[in-house]
Structure formats: structure tokens, C-alpha cells
């Protein structure tokens, strides 16, 4: 996992929830900081952010639930 993609993702999500004290493995969704709504958030802001198509397939929580999934996710 690139430090520079972790930088960019905590920084989109610092424009949506505090960040502060979040542990870049900690899960966004099980501690309640956002909804399934801002998961699709999430998944525009990859495939923009990043230039990745994000398909169906990979519309699960697992990949978008932490700075860490997200990060795996951006990289694999």
C-alpha cells in the first residue's frame, strides 16, 4: 500500500468525518462515521480520484470499510 494513497483517502474522508484518532484499520462503517450512502461516495471517489472502474463485483464493504481496505483495494 502506497503512504501517498492512504494521504489522499484520509483526506477525502476528513472533508466527510473527523479523522482524528482514526486508525488507518479501523472500520468506518462498524464505528458509525458513515452510512451506506457515503460508501458510494466512496466508490466515486476512487474511480476518480485513482482513474480505476470500480465493477459490481467489488461493490462490498470489505473494500471500502477502512483506509487500509481502501488502500489494498486501490492497489490490487
Do not use: T, W
Amino acid at each position: 500500500m502506497k503512504q501517498e494513497h492512504k494521504d489522499r483517502i484520509r483526506q477525502f474522508l476528513s472533508q466527510h468525518i473527523s479523522v482524528a484518532g482514526l486508525a488507518d484499520d479501523e472500520d468506518i462503517f462498524k464505528k458509525g462515521l458513515v452510512n451506506s450512502l457515503f460508501a458510494m461516495q466512496l466508490v466515486l471517489f476512487v474511480e476518480n480520484e485513482f482513474n480505476r472502474d470500480v465493477p459490481d463485483v467489488d461493490l462490498k464493504l470489505a473494500n471500502f470499510c477502512s483506509v487500509d481496505a481502501i488502500a489494498k483495494y486501490i492497489g490490487s
